[in-house]
C-alpha cells in the first residue's frame, strides 16, 4: 500500500514486554525514520538510517532500537524501558540524493495494557 | 538542534475563503521545506514543498512562501473547500535526505 508497509495496523503491548513493529519498503529508497506522533505534539524523530547497517539516534531515541540488515526493512522495538509508550508510530522512508520529501506508511498505533 | 514552531494550532474557515498557516525555523542550515496534510486517520501526505534557492512555489490552489532572512514559510490555500480539512504539518532539513523536524501541525477546518 503507497509503497511502504506497516505492521500491525494495532499492538497492545503488556507492561515489561518488548514489542517489534515492522516497517517494509519497495520504493528503493536509501533513508528510513521512525516518528512517534502524539496529540498536539506533532511528529517527533526516534530513528533514521541513511545506509544498510547504519543507523542514527534521533531526539527521543531513550527506550527504542532498531536494526537496518536490508535496505528494504527498518524494524523498531519498544523496550520495557520506554515509560510511555502508547502513541501512533510512523515509519518514512526518501531518497538519499538531494532534499525530498517523505513517504508515509499508515502507522502502527501502540497501546500499553 | 532545528527547532521549528507552526502557527496557529487551530484554524476554521468557510469554503471558499483562503487559510494561511505559518512556521518558523531555527537552523539557518536547513535548505528543505516540506508540507504534509494528514486527513483523519490517514498518513501524512506531502501536498508542496520549497527548497531555499526558491522564494515561492505554487501548485493550483496551493502556495508555499519561504522568508530565508526571517526563517519563516508560510503555506497559503486559496478557494478552500471541506475536503482541505486535515492537520498540516510544516518541516524543516538539511543536506541530503537530512531528517526533517516538524512542526506540531495545525487542524484545518472548512465550513461548507
Known amino acids: 500500500d503507497g509503497g511502504i508497509t506497516q505492521s500491525p495496523k494495532y499492538l497492545f503491548r503488556k507492561e515489561g514486554q518488548n514489542v517489534t513493529l515492522s516497517c517494509e519498503q519497495n520504493l528503493n529508497h536509501d533513508a528510513m525514520y521512525w516518528y512517534r506522533q502524539d496529540p498536539g505534539q506533532g511528529l517527533r524523530l526516534i530513528y533514521y538510517s541513511q545506509i544498510v547497517n547504519d543507523f542514527q539516534k534521533g531526539d527521543i531515541a531513550e527506550g527504542y532500537s532498531v536494526s537496518r540488515e536490508k535496505k528494504e526493512s527498518f524494524p523498531l522495538t519498544v523496550t520495557s524501558a520506554q515509560k510511555n509508550p502508547t502513541a501512533f508510530y510512523l515509519c518514512?522512508?526518501?531518497?538519499?540524493?538531494?532534499?525530498?520529501?517523505?513517504?508515509f506508511g499508515s502507522g502502527t498505533r501502540l497501546t500499553v495494557v | 538542534g532545528e527547532n521549528v514552531e507552526q502557527h496557529p494550532s487551530t484554524l476554521s474557515v468557510q469554503e471558499g475563503d483562503s487559510a494561511v498557516i505559518k512556521c518558523t525555523y531555527s537552523?539557518?542550515?536547513?535548505?528543505?521545506f516540506p508540507w504534509y496534510k494528514q486527513e483523519l486517520g490517514k498518513r501524512p501526505q506531502l501536498i508542496i514543498d520549497?527548497?531555499?534557492?526558491?522564494g515561492e512555489k505554487k501548485d493550483q490552489r496551493i502556495a508555499v512562501t519561504l522568508n530565508k532572512t526571517a526563517k519563516h514559510f508560510s503555506l497559503h490555500i486559496t478557494e478552500t473547500q471541506p475536503e482541505d480539512s486535515a492537520v498540516y504539518f510544516c518541516?524543516?532539513?538539511?543536506?541530503?535526505?537530512?531528517?526533517?523536524?516538524f512542526g506540531d501541525g495545525t487542524t484545518l477546518t472548512v465550513k461548507p
Open positions: 518514512a522512508s526518501s531518497m538519499v540524493r538531494g532534499s525530498v520529501g517523505y513517504t
Open positions: 537552523d539557518s542550515a536547513s535548505n528543505y
Open positions: 518541516a524543516a532539513s538539511m543536506g541530503q535526505a537530512g531528517k526533517s523536524t
Open positions: 520549497i527548497r531555499s534557492n526558491v
